[in-house]
């Protein structure tokens, strides 16, 4: 009984911490511009399939990971520059849009560059699984865990004790006022694109030994991610940690103990239920509006 | 001229209905039929959104699963059950019009894309829904649909629904000229110019808001319901998150707040997958870069840019805001 428990919360907790990775990056670029990305769920992939396609070229895996992740953010940086800045000026509504094109084009170009085949990366450590009080644990889960988690801890350290990134969380606060003390707007906005898809990129690679990765991978790890950033307050970072998570382990609490075939609907039930009773999320403030 | 043609109170009806009518003349087989009667379809439920979006200045991205509870009740209830298509069509954009209110009332007194999360998250739920019930939707595989029957007559053939759906078409353009030149329509400009001053003068923006919601989604609904009838086959992919976005994409490409803009979006992105399919393999990717391209160069959308050039080329006074 214990066991079957600690079992889905391991696999929550995995599934979870990739959840966190994608929510983080939604949440930074929501901050800098509030934009919701929708490609950042192609991040995720473009980090899997990249490496997988470098690795069938010949590269050993630790140099096949760094090229992808790399291959990545100059992606993002790309997607900034050349589709979110000349829209600067546009509407929310005009952004989500582009950021919608931009992930139907990434899809598509993934699946003409590389191919429509369902892949997997070889695990990091082995494939012997460790146990645990009667459940058992892939070590590909401690990578991902772990890689998240230091991850999170190198977003935290940016964010509260390094100037630029207190000039990131300032934009978000107030725009106007953080252009008027010299931050610099469009460096701000390409750099929240570099780091989401440098998060993005991590989750892929390290969750692709774990499960497939194929070119429409991000899809639903993407909006799963959404519906984590929303949950966690969107913005806000410990939330969007916060509510991966949660997401991750209801999703395989719900899987394991309810129905497996409505898995995938659990993190939009949650969804949902958030908008309904706390619509600022867990961790989000209740905002007012200035006129 | 062009300018009183483009001004949808005066022409805008009377040149959509000469438009509907003249297209049969253009179109040299079925085929060139079908692919009207889906824009048409499609350009039903983009009015509609376009309320929603354009007007009301929501976005919804989970429009397809209101058009997917219209088509799968219209199936469930014609084959399965024997009912009449016109009876199980009207309970589905009830039913439809039921859930959408009960989802928007608490929502949209919330500011923000709150909306669009929402729509996100039931789209999707909707979807899985009819993956996994395959006693009830046939599952992944979709289900065989009746034909329509109005008036003891069967609907068949391209060339009648051409006629069916553009009738239908007008009708909610109709109505969605209605509603933006009444009492509603001005108290909805003025969210979408400043929700709060619209609040303090007294306007209960929520509630409009609520309403343009809920219609968009019964007209989803039956959209939805003469898709199934027409193309008598329906599968989970029709009512998908694609879907929905493929919606979104068809309003704001055509000109949001443009009511004609919407049907000229509908139009161009069914027509445009038929285009690509010559292109097969780079067909996303081509389709992305569309949007991309459109909304940094045209973020009004289509219909918009073009009548603000063609007023400035008139030597008329460019307005600034079109309606």
Redesign the interface.
């Known amino acids: 009984m214990f066991s079957e428990f600690l079992q889905f919360l391991i696999s929550g907790v995995t599934v979870g911490a990739t959840y966190a990775l994608v929510a983080l990056g939604f949440s930074i670029i929501y901050n800098s511009s509030n934009v919701i990305n929708f490609a950042q769920g192609e991040f995720v992939m473009l980090g899997g399939m990249s490496t997988v396609f470098l690795l069938s070229a010949g590269f050993p895996l630790p140099l096949a990971i760094l090229c992808a992740i790399a291959i990545t953010v100059v992606i993002g940086l790309l997607l900034e520059k050349l589709a979110i800045e000349p829209a600067r000026e546009g509407s929310v509504v005009t952004l989500i849009i582009i950021t919608i094109g931009a992930s139907i084009f990434l899809r598509g170009a993934t699946q003409i560059a590389i191919d429509k085949e369902f892949h997997s990366l070889p695990a990091f450590s082995g494939e012997e699984p460790i146990m645990i009080g009667g459940a058992s644990m892939l070590p590909q889960s401690l990578w991902i865990v772990g890689g998240a988690f230091v991850m999170v801890l190198l977003m935290w350290f940016f964010f509260d004790h390094m100037k630029l990134g207190k000039a990131m969380l300032a934009m978000s606060y107030n725009r106007l006022a953080a252009r008027l003390v010299g931050i610099n707007v469009r460096m701000v906005l390409t750099l929240s694109f570099v780091q989401a898809a440098l998060l993005g990129a991590i989750g892929g690679i390290l969750v692709a030994p774990m499960s497939v990765t194929y070119y429409e991978v991000g899809i639903m790890l993407g909006l799963k991610g959404f519906c984590a950033a929303i949950l966690g307050g969107l913005g806000r970072g410990w939330g969007a940690v916060l509510g991966g998570l949660i997401v991750g382990v209801a999703e395989a609490m719900g899987a394991g103990y309810i129905s497996s075939d409505y898995k995938d609907a659990i993190a939009f039930i949650i969804i949902l239920l958030v908008l309904f009773f706390m619509p600022s999320g867990l961790l989000g403030k209740r905002s007012t509006e200035r006129v | 001229m062009t300018g009183k043609l483009m001004n949808p109170r005066s022409g805008g009806l009377l040149a959509l209905a000469a438009f509907i009518v003249a297209v049969p003349f253009l179109l040299p087989n079925e085929f060139y039929f079908d692919v009207a009667v889906r824009a048409g379809i499609n350009a039903i439920v983009c009015v509609g959104l376009n309320l929603l ?1 354009g007007y009301a200045g929501q ?1 919804s991205l989970g429009h397809a699963g209101f058009l997917g509870l219209g088509a799968y009740t219209s199936a469930i209830l014609t084959a399965n059950y024997g009912w009449h298509p016109l009876a199980a069509m009207a309970l589905g954009a009830t039913l439809v019009g039921v859930l959408a209110f009960a ?1 928007a009332r ?2 949209l007194r ?2 923000g ?2 909306l ?3 729509t ?3 789209g ?2 909707i979807s ?2 009819v993956n ?1 019930e395959a006693d009830v939707t046939g599952g992944p595989d979709g289900m065989m649909v009746p034909p329509l029957v109005v008036f003891g007559f069967e609907v068949y053939g391209e060339k009648i629904w051409y006629w069916l759906v553009g009738a239908g078409l007008l009708v909610s353009v109709w109505l969605a000229l209605n509603i933006i030149f009444s009492p509603v329509g001005r108290a909805l400009r003025s969210v979408h110019g ?1 929700e ?2 619209a609040e303090v003068s007294g306007i209960d923006t929520a509630r409009y808001k609520v309403m343009v919601f809920v219609i968009s989604a019964i007209l989803a609904s039956a959209a939805g319901s003469f898709a199934a009838h027409y193309s008598g086959f329906i599968t989970p992919s029709d009512v998908s ?1 694609f879907k929905s ?1 493929e919606l ?2 068809m309003v ?1 490409l055509g000109g ?1 707040a443009s009511i004609f803009g919407a049907v000229v979006g509908a139009v161009i992105l069914t027509i445009l997958p038929e285009l690509l399919t010559w292109f097969s ?12 391209l459109t ?2 160069f045209m ?1 009004k959308g289509l219909i918009p840019t073009l009548s603000v050039k063609m007023r400035i080329q008139g030597g008329a006074r460019v307005e600034g805001k079109q309606s």
């Open positions: 979006i976005i989802v608490p929502i919330l500011k894309h709150y669009a999360m929402a996100l998250g039931l999707i739920i899985i829904v996994n400043s709060v001053a998150f976005i979104v994409t704001v949001m393999e780079y067909e996303h990717m081509i389709f992305g870069l569309i949007l991309m909304m940094i973020p």
